[in-house]
């Protein structure tokens, strides 16, 4: 199994299409990111929700995903959908988007490279990338650590069962900005979305405060070169 065909079958259920409040919170922030008039690309697009969200703000949009399970969704939205296998080439002509919206996509592809590459030759000059993934280094995280305690971390695409996520990838706020830097990416706006304590106990402000500490990474890259 490979990440292309670990998400047509994970991300197809459309039972996973229910959020918690620091998810909803990690979009909102990552929208607010977007803009206006722009073309944008939301890559990993899965359901179309938050396709339909970028449109509403007032963008002309295209999506890409692994599974077309919800193809109906993007036509029906009025946003041209086309399924593909985002490690590979982006079937989409260079200098094309104003904005790529790629939310929860880079833990999980073997190609990272190839995959900011292909973003690069797809973007116009001073064009955009709004990028979120899991932070490595958030609270929670590190505090599991200490307790000698799995953060997370997977062995397989498979376990541990349907609680597998099938990441591939994982990032702290330094390794990522570094990573984007050396494929000619500026970071210009860093965040996150909340500080974990526990399940069900999260702070928003202290994410604003010490993002590293937080739960998500949350970046605006700019297309210098």
Known sequence: MNSESFSAIQYSDASRSG???PEN??????????????????????????????????NEVWAT?????????????????VKSNIEEKLPYEDNKFDVVFAGEVLE????????????KRILKKDGYLILTTPNTASLARRIL?????????????????????????????DLLLDFLNFHGLEVVERT?????????????????I???????????????E
């Open 65 to 81: 995903d692994a599974t077309d399970a919800f193809s109906p969704e993007f036509s029906s939205a009025g946003i041209e959908f």
């Open 210 to 224: 010490f993002p590293a500490l937080g739960r998500s990474i949350i970046l605006k890259v700019v297309k210098t």
């Open 19 to 21: 959020l918690s409040r």
């Open 108 to 119: 999980h592809l073997v190609n990272t490279d190839g995959f900011v590459e292909e973003i």
């Open 145 to 173: 650590l200490l307790l000698g305690r799995n953060p997370f971390f997977e062995a397989s695409f498979t376990h541990a069962g349907k609680l597998a996520a099938g990441h591939l990838r994982y990032f702290t706020f």
């Open 25 to 58: 919170l990690r979009i909102e922030k990552a929208l607010g990111m977007v803009g206006t008039n722009k073309k944008a690309l939301d890559i990993g697009a899965y359901n179309g929700a938050i396709s339909k969200k970028i449109k509403a703000l007032g």
């Open 192 to 208: 996150s979305d909340v500080v974990n304590f526990s399940g069900s106990i999260s702070s928003a402000l202290l994410a604003k």
